[in-house]
């Protein structure tokens, strides 16, 4: 029977990544039948949405993506997709794994990093709830902050200063640290590490922390610690072999994928999944790299790896582990890959995207 995946073909350098992805997860001879979206600044000025409702339809109807990157202006501009995405959807959880593949190149090579991120994907900062500078709302909160300030001689003016909200609930951090727990439990996982910052932010990161433990403790048979963030990124940096699992809130989350990244070869190589109780929406760490665009240049496996990632979501867990296989073959013998995994950048023997993914069917085949 083949399975029904909606395919996001995205913008900048999306397209070319979002068929490599394709082109591979074919290769593995699981039978899918794509129904091919398009979203992002390219399908806006066209349609007059980033997002068109038929994209929404499609992930609701086939319950599973495959969604190359989008891009989120910057200060200005539409709401990020991929926000909008997991909350409409219900995804409350991005799962970033962490792996060093032997030929990719990194200063932790001789480090066996292999970290899982588990952040909190609609709550935190990211759940939107801004006030602009100047607005009346926004000078209510003003005048609140600046009576409970701790620090008397500074004043926020209503005109110079915007206010963003950070809920953190028990019952979304109930799910997400049980999600935690849960993953680490099927893929034989001994450790899961708790980050906050509940010695400053005592009454949201601290509803963390507290729930947390207490989540915890229906899991014996797994080792449970919590680390403050800042120290989280600096034990990261000098001995990541010492961490396993770790969960987060959406901020710090979001941040420290982006660091565990670093110290497997960046994101070119870092795979990602939005979970949701009946969903999921499979997606490369890195964004749009809009210079690139029809370069036939970037780097494919962040996105065929997200394909893997989908396969064994699917329950097609040979495939997967045949594709996984196949990348880190192709990434280890080091001849047909792309110029950020070459041991100079200007290398004249590194491949494009299109020839990435087709070495790594031909190992699959």
């Known amino acids: 029977m083949a399975h029904e995946v909606t395919l996001i073909t995205g913008d900048g350098v999306g397209p070319e990544l979002a068929e490599a992805a394709r082109q591979c997860v074919d290769a593995t001879g699981v039978k899918i039948n794509w129904d091919v979206q398009e979203a992002g600044i390219d399908v806006m000025e066209r349609a007059g949405s980033p997002l068109p409702e038929a994209v929404m339809a499609s992930i609701r109807r086939t319950r599973c993506a ?57 709550e935190d900062l990211y759940a939107g709830i801004e006030f602009e500078r100047g607005k009346p709302e926004t000078g209510e909160l003003i005048d609140y902050i600046n009576r409970v300030s701790t620090d008397k001689k500074i004043r926020s003016g209503r005109d110079e200063t915007g206010v963003s909200i950070k809920p953190i609930s028990v019952s979304g951090t109930e799910r997400i640290v049980r999600c935690g727990f849960e993953y680490a439990r099927e893929n034989g996982r001994k450790k899961v590490s708790l980050v906050h910052k509940a010695n400053i932010m005592k009454y949201s990161d601290g509803l963390f922390l507290a729930v947390g433990r207490k989540v915890a403790e229906a899991y014996p048979d797994v080792e449970f610690e919590d680390r403050i963030v800042d120290n989280m990124c600096m034990q990261l940096v000098q001995k990541p072999e010492l961490y396993d699992v770790l969960v987060l809130p959406n901020l710090y989350g979001d941040i420290l994928s982006d660091l565990a990244a670093g110290l497997v070869g960046g994101l070119g190589v870092a795979p990602g999944c939005n979970l949701g109780p009946d969903s999921a929406v499979f997606e490369a760490t890195h964004g749009s790299a809009p210079k690139y665009k029809g370069q036939n240049k ?63 069917c031909r190992k699959l085949r």
């Open 66 to 122: 495959l969604k190359a990157p989008i891009t989120t202006p910057v200060g200005k501009g539409f709401r990020s997709i991929n926000v909008h995405l997991r909350q409409e959807l219900g995804l409350f959880a991005c799962i970033r794994p962490c792996k060093y593949y032997p030929g990719v190149r990194t200063f932790y090579s001789h480090v066996p990093v292999d970290l899982v991120i588990v952040r909190e994907n609609t």
């Open 298 to 360: 970037v780097n494919p496996t962040a996105l065929v790896l997200s394909g893997m990632l989908m396969l064994r979501w699917l329950k097609e867990t040979d495939a997967a582990d045949r594709l996984e296989k196949a990348v880190a073959d192709v990434i280890r013998e080091g001849k047909d890959v792309t110029y950020d995994m070459k041991p100079h950048r200007d290398d004249p023997t590194a491949v494009g995207t299109r020839e990435m993914a087709e070495a790594i």
